[in-house]
């Protein structure tokens, strides 16, 4: 009988699985979105509220952020998820993430799934009547048209005078 007992073991001694938890969180915060086996994020989601949970603490800032600098050991995740992401869920009670289904994977037949930060969705540009995006920001159009002309730079051969080949190096 497996009363009153919560968690999966993965397969792992309990160091290795803490430590596995730990970069999945990290990871998270990081991407705001990763794919792993639906077991695995079916573990990781309690382990990775709890966290944001702890990001939203007002009464002891400090205490919390050394709370989870105990599981998150990169100071930027830790940044990011105390001023970006306690912030974004300030409001919201609970229930931060999101898991999609993606299916089994090709190799072993793993059920593998999508974990994601809510509000970290994808959000296509709206579109006018000629298919042209209308809402970018300057920052996204300047990095677009840099982009696209280092693109153009790079299918184009540079020009050189006369054409190299045999016929050029025999005279």
């Known amino acids: 009988m497996r009363h009153r007992v919560a968690y999966r073991k993965l397969g792992r001694i309990t160091p290795h699985r803490i430590a596995l938890l730990r970069n999945l969180a990290t990871a998270l915060f990081e991407r705001e ?3 792993t086996t639906l077991i695995k994020a079916k573990e990781l989601r309690p382990f990775a509220e ?3 949970t702890l990001a939203k603490r007002e009464d002891d800032r400090l205490h919390a952020r050394r709370l989870a600098l105990r ?3 990169d100071p930027r995740v830790v940044r ?3 001023e970006t992401l306690g912030a974004r869920y300030s409001t919201r009670p609970g229930g931060y993430t999101r898991i999609l289904r993606l299916g089994p994977r090709k190799g072993d037949g793993a059920e593998m799934a999508i974990l994601e930060l809510l509000g970290s969705e994808y959000q296509p540009a709206k579109k006018d009547e000629k298919g042209k995006a209308t809402e970018k920001t300057e920052k996204t159009d300047k990095a677009g048209k840099a982009e696209s002309a280092s693109r153009d730079q790079a299918k184009k051969p540079p020009k050189t005078g006369r054409r190299k080949g045999k016929a ?3 005279s």
């Open 168 to 170: 050029a190096e025999a």
């Open 50 to 52: 709890r966290l944001i």
């Open 33 to 35: 979105r990763i794919r």
């Open 71 to 73: 599981d998150i050991q």
């Open 80 to 82: 990011k998820l105390f």
